[in-house]
């Protein structure tokens, strides 16, 4: 779970300004010791000063740390081109990763149900995300993190202040946690776990769900339930609608007010008045926005309400929280019809 990391909408010239700044790196920027480094060691005292760090701790793990040339490579290249709906749907909403969910809301339905009474969070909506996120634990990323951090953070101009950002808090993870900095591993952002929590999502809205008093996402499934649970919640989760509803188009007026941000930015009455027929059961003083979902042929288009903006928290991409309820409904649907043979 990686916020602001969509590329679907990135512009070519914008795409060349990215590449441009990654091989326009600071001589001081090379591949060694990154304890070294004059940034580095300015980084380091301010931690020192603004966290109480121990500046010999932090010196050792900056020399341990290794710069990943594998990881400037796939974060600087930006898909070979932006997803349309039909072609990002088709990645998740396949038999297997929705009889994988049925399967893993079996195995864990103590705790999804647990989840479900203390949060308010559906199973079906924890189960999608950590399928949509690691194929339900398959795919746990294989960078440490301690690596991808650094090399982002020092090495690639683009997103520094972020990861700079996420470097400390992962560093404050590791000392509250008692963990060994460079044993955990995750993706090549440095998301990590079941969930794919980036490090301050971790400190924030990881929970031990088990009562082991251990917030482990990477091994400990139900503590990853509960830690996506907890996020949704602390996210304004209400559960109480649907997170979108399919629309139908009498008016191309309304097309002017589609696609305009992931914000719930106009009125249901709005919408209508413009030539969106939204089902009659949606009040029109409701909150919402409208997307455009391209199919091979034509469009669809959806109204995304209160708990798809949440879903937006998690992952900031329409598409990305439109798949994720559509593989929730798959895998409730497939559920219910198993426990019903």
């Known amino acids: 779970m990686l916020p602001a990391m969509d590329w679907s909408g990135t512009r070519p010239l914008a795409c060349v300004a990215i590449l441009v700044a990654v091989l326009m790196l600071p001589a001081e920027s090379g591949w060694g010791d990154y304890s070294s480094r004059s940034d580095v060691i300015d980084y380091v005292d301010a931690l020192v000063a603004d966290h109480a760090f121990v500046k010999e701790w932090l010196l050792d793990v ?140 971790y400190r924030n809205y990881a929970v031990d769900f088990d009562g082991d008093e251990l917030r482990d996402i990477w091994t400990n499934k139900t503590d990853a339930i509960g830690s996506v649970a907890n996020y949704f919640a602390r996210h304004g989760w209400k559960g109480e609608a649907p997170p979108a509803v399919r629309v139908e188009i009498r008016d191309s007026r309304v097309l002017e007010l589609a696609d305009a941000g992931l914000e719930l930015a106009r009125t249901v009455g709005e919408l209508r008045e413009r030539g969106a027929v939204v089902p009659n059961d949606v009040g029109n003083e409701e909150k919402a926005a409208l997307f455009t979902m391209e199919l091979a042929e034509g469009s669809e288009y959806w109204l995304a309400r209160h708990d798809f903006y949440v879903i937006t928290r998690y992952n900031r991409s329409a598409l990305y929280a439109l798949a994720v309820v559509q593989l929730s409904d798959a895998i409730r649907s497939a559920y219910e019809e198993a426990r019903h043979e």
């Open 62 to 201: 900056f020399e341990g740390a290794e710069q990943s040339d594998e990881v400037i490579r796939k974060i600087s290249k930006p898909a070979e081109k932006a997803l349309a709906w039909h072609e990002y749907r088709k990645i998740f909403l396949t038999e297997s990763r929705i009889d994988a969910g049925v399967e893993f809301w079996n195995a864990h339905r103590d705790a999804l149900d647990a989840a479900r009474r203390r949060f308010g969070v559906p199973p079906e909506m924890i189960t999608a995300i950590i399928g949509v996120e690691t194929f339900y634990g398959r795919y746990l990323g294989s960078h440490r993190v301690i690596d991808s951090l650094a090399t982002l953070a020092f090495d690639y101009p683009p997103r520094s202040a972020f990861f700079k950002g996420e470097l400390t808090e992962f560093l404050l993870l590791v000392r509250e946690e008692g963990k060994d900095p460079f044993e955990p591993v995750g993706s090549y952002a440095g998301a990590m776990g079941y969930g794919q929590f980036i490090s301050s999502s």
